[in-house]
């Protein structure tokens, strides 16, 4: 049994769809919101600041940055499924 699963108990099959997916939805949107602010305030310092070869860098590592995020978040949500699924 798993310890603390009765505390956020949700159901996405009855009841209101709109009220359910607003549930899951606002927090990532909220979050989202966050980190475009933060990207924001980023560009003006480091455009403002350091110039436009800084804010270039700052711009191309945006990229590399995601897909070594992503390849590392997939390569431990895989590792996790299997080691789940194949005892």
Known sequence: ???????????LINGNITKSILRFAL???FGNLLQQCYNIA?????????GAKA?????SSYAIYHISLYWT???????????????
């Open 42 to 50: 980023d560009t003006l310092i480091v455009g403002r600041v350091l």
């Open 1 to 11: 049994m798993m310890i603390g699963a009765d505390i956020h108990k949700s159901d």
């Open 55 to 59: 804010l270039a860098a700052v711009g």
């Open 73 to 87: 978040l997939y390569g431990v949500q895989y590792c996790f499924f299997y080691a789940v699924r194949c005892p």
């Open 27 to 29: 927090p990532l949107m």
